[in-house]
Nanobody, 126 residues
Framework: QVQLVESGGGLVQAGGSLRLSCVAS????????MGWFRRAPGKERDKVAVITWSGGSTYYADSVKGRFTISRDNAKNTVYLQMNSLKPEDTAVYYC???????????????????WGQGTQVTVSS
């Protein structure tokens, strides 16, 4: 059974940091683009950050640029999202997802995310 399991969420004060992890099991996603998304209460799901299989191409939403960093460790089948300078508006459930197509050389916005984790709650207090 293919699973993506997020962890690392929690409650943090504004200005603080959290590091989310997403571990894949059941198959490897080392050849696939991976993304982090979030859904705030009452809002649509937004794309936060994306990284290609090699780590050579990344994407960040404007709202998190300069504060969040996506990375991956293919040996551990794990993707990370380092979140610094957190703001109350970052409060959301954060999901990781895997693109169905392998070997994409760069992030293009055409990725199709067929595999999703269950999400981890991030709450930033003011």
């Amino acid at each position: 059974q293919v699973q993506l399991v997020e962890s690392g969420g929690g409650l943090v004060q504004a200005g603080g940091s959290l590091r989310l992890s997403c571990v894949a099991s059941g198959r490897t996603f080392n050849r696939n683009t991976m993304g982090w998304f979030r859904r705030a209460p009452g809002k649509e799901r937004d794309k936060v950050a994306v990284i290609t299989w090699s780590g050579g191409s990344t994407y960040y939403a404007d709202s998190v640029k300069g504060r969040f960093t996506i990375s991956r460790d293919n040996a551990k089948n794990t993707v990370y999202l380092q979140m610094n300078s957190l703001k109350p508006e970052d409060t959301a459930v954060y999901y990781c997802a895997a693109d169905s197509l392998a070997w994409r050389p760069r992030v293009t916005g055409t990725e199709e995310y067929d595999y999703w984790g269950q999400g981890t709650q991030v709450t930033v207090s003011s």
